[in-house]
């Protein structure tokens, strides 16, 4: 199994403003996924993050809006940037073992006021 | 792509009742999973199950590939076990779709 560190767990954001989440694993992954959690809703892919690669973007997802970073083999970040209150959500990140089974991060609830 | 349906969508149960949740979905998968979302939004894994059957404690799951089709099996829930359901799977691509979810309210 993987243990996932993400941070912040939450913040309350002005509009406009944006956020950078930090993941962290404990062991070196090929790929780290991000997704978004929107309130009563299910799980929604943003993209996924390769070392040493751009990261590959769902559809209706752009890398203006979501950034990505993946310097190293075990940490990602994502940016949420120029937020709207639409942007409030759990935004979450995942990684796989060799069994391809999916691990998460304990998410970053996001407000955006 | 992939489709997955759970059903109920929500369900509340007296705590020590007894429950099933199903999940199906649309096409031949190497990966299916379920999840617990706690009240705080961290998603636990309860059951890597592409095919099979396995069991944790009171909780239980049955997955029929052949079928396309998982179930989740609670027994004497607690209210610890209120929060929601995910069913994910994965069919041969490199990412999970998830399910919509069942919301369980175990109440006391």
């Known amino acids: 199994s993987a243990v996932i560190s993400q941070k912040p767990s939450r913040d309350i954001c002005q509009r406009g403003t944006s956020l950078t989440i930090q993941c962290q694993v404990d062991?070196?992954?090929?790929?780290m996924f991000w997704y978004r959690q929107q309130p009563g809703q299910s799980l929604t892919l943003i993209a996924t993050?390769?070392?040493?690669?751009?990261?590959?973007?769902e559809s209706g997802f752009v890398i203006d809006k979501f950034p990505i970073s993946r310097p190293n083999l075990t940490f990602s970040t994502l940016t949420v940037s120029n937020m709207s209150p639409e942007d409030s959500s759990i935004y979450l990140c995942?990684?796989?073992?060799?069994?391809?089974?999916?691990?998460f991060g304990q998410g970053t609830r996001l407000t955006v006021v | 792509g992939i489709q997955v349906e759970q059903s109920p969508p929500d369900l509340i149960l007296q705590e020590g009742a007894n429950s099933t949740l199903r999940c199906n979905f649309s096409?031949?998968?190497?990966?299916l999973q379920w999840f617990h979302q706690n009240p705080w939004g961290q998603l636990i894994n309860l059951f890597y199950?592409?095919?099979g059957t396995k069991q944790n404690g009171r909780l239980s799951a049955t997955t029929v590939a052949t079928e396309r089709y998982s179930l989740l099996y609670i027994s004497s829930s607690q209210t610890t076990d209120s929060g929601v359901y995910f069913c994910?799977?994965?069919?041969?691509?490199?990412?999970?779709?998830f399910g919509p979810g069942t919301r369980l309210s175990v109440l006391p």
């Open positions: 995942s990684v796989e073992d060799r069994a391809t089974q999916a691990f």
């Open positions: 062991s070196q992954v090929t790929m």
């Open positions: 993050a390769n070392q040493g690669s751009e990261a590959t973007y």
């Open positions: 096409d031949s998968v190497n990966n």
């Open positions: 199950i592409p095919s």
């Open positions: 994910a799977v994965d069919n041969y691509g490199q990412n999970f779709v």
